[in-house]
């Protein structure tokens, strides 16, 4: 019964590689995110989905894609990785204004 | 843009003591601030939050403090324990946009 789901937890890849992150949630939520946690702790939103529409794209390079297939999906592909993506990424939930649920996060490293 | 300032970014304190985190927000349209914990190798979890109408919210040790006009709010642990030892983020939602930005996150220890 988990709520939010990220798949995978560890990855770790080449530079110049594509690779995807999954997430699921089975909460309800009309609303989901992904952020990216640098080795300094901080949280940066990246993408937000509403109801499977774009509402929040901020200044993210191109080679950032993310899909929402459905409600209960967000998933993000990452293009020609590049040492500097190396990361924990957080996939999260919410209603509208309320809570946001955030998934296990995915920790990226780019070698 | 939109900017939510923290401080704290590091904060000690004997067991048993008090803690408080303060953040200002830029966007005075801006109605929700939640706080977030996150410990070591976990994900951030809610805490409390507050609501632009509500000046002052508490959860056993756990208390935020809203002003609205100053744009700034605060966290406030009471009786700290080892366990309250995480990272803090405090929050604010901006625009009606559902974008929630973060602050830089406090680290707390707390000292046995």
């Known amino acids: 019964d988990t709520a939010v789901s990220q798949t995978p937890k560890y990855l770790v890849t080449q530079m110049g590689n594509d690779k995807s992150i999954k997430c699921e949630q089975n909460?309800?939520?009309?609303?989901m995110y992904w952020y990216k946690q640098d080795s300094k702790k901080f949280l940066k939103i990246m993408f937000s989905?509403?109801?499977?529409?774009?509402?929040i794209n901020e200044t993210v390079p191109n080679r950032f894609s993310p899909k929402s297939p459905d409600k209960a999906h967000l998933n993000l592909h990452i293009n020609s990785l590049e040492l500097g993506d190396s990361a924990v990424y957080f996939c999260?939930?919410?209603?509208?204004?309320?809570?946001?649920?955030f998934g296990p996060g995915t920790r990226l490293t780019v070698t | 843009g939109e900017n939510v300032e923290q401080h704290p970014s590091t904060l000690s304190v004997q067991e048993g003591d008090s803690a408080v985190i303060k953040c200002t927000y830029s966007?005075?349209?801006?109605?929700?601030f939640p706080w977030y914990k996150q410990e070591l190798g976990k994900r951030p979890q809610l805490i409390i939050d507050?609501?632009?109408?509500?000046g002052e919210k508490k959860d056993q040790r756990i208390a935020v403090t809203l002003n609205k006009t100053a744009k700034h709010f605060s966290l406030h642990i009471t009786e700290t324990q080892p366990e309250d030892s995480a990272v803090y983020f405090c929050?604010?939602?901006?625009?009606?946009?559902?974008?929630?930005?973060f602050g830089i996150g406090t680290k707390l220890q707390v000292i046995p």
């Open positions: 999260a939930s919410s209603l509208a204004g309320a809570e946001q649920y």
């Open positions: 909460l309800g939520h009309d609303t």
């Open positions: 989905y509403n109801n499977k529409e774009l509402i």
């Open positions: 966007d005075s349209a801006s109605n929700y």
């Open positions: 507050i609501r632009s109408n509500v």
């Open positions: 929050a604010a939602e901006f625009g009606g946009y559902q974008k929630v930005t």
